[in-house]
Nanobody, 121 residues
Framework: QVQLVESGGGLVQAGGSLRLSCSAS????????MGWYRQAPGKQRELVAR???????DYADSVKGRFTISRDNAKNMVTLQMNNLKPEDTGVYYC???????????????WGQGTQVTVSS
């Protein structure tokens, strides 16, 4: 089955940096887009950053200029470099992948299990 393996979460002081990585594995024909979403306690999950297979990106306004998303299409891997972290960045970060199992199947998506990011003041 398809699996998303996330790494890089942890505890960091405000102003510090973390780098999140997510790799999609399994029998996948193609990956169209990959992204990172986050959810704080009691709040709705929100988009942090997203990147298509063609390299176009989208960022939440709150992270523009601080976060950078990139990907390696050959490895089905996406990374999120997070700089100048703030306490309000704290939350569970989830990797999401849009993909096709076969060329004739429709586009679907898969979520990672989530990784905790905690930014202390």
């Amino acid at each position: 089955q398809v699996q998303l393996v996330e790494s890089g979460g942890g505890l960091v002081q405000a102003g510090g940096s973390l780098r999140l990585s997510c790799s999609a594995s399994g029998s996948i024909f193609s990956v169209n887009a990959m992204g990172w979403y986050r959810q704080a306690p009691g709040k709705q999950r929100e988009l942090v950053a997203r990147i298509t297979d063609g390299g176009s990106t989208d960022y939440a306004d709150s992270v523009k200029g601080r976060f950078t998303i990139s990907r390696d299409n050959a490895k089905n891997m996406v990374t999120l470099q997070m700089n100048n972290l703030k306490p309000e960045d704290t939350g569970v970060y989830y990797c999401n992948t849009e993909f096709r199992l076969y060329s004739w199947t429709s586009l679907t998506s898969y979520w990672g299990q989530g990784t905790q990011v905690t930014v202390s003041s």
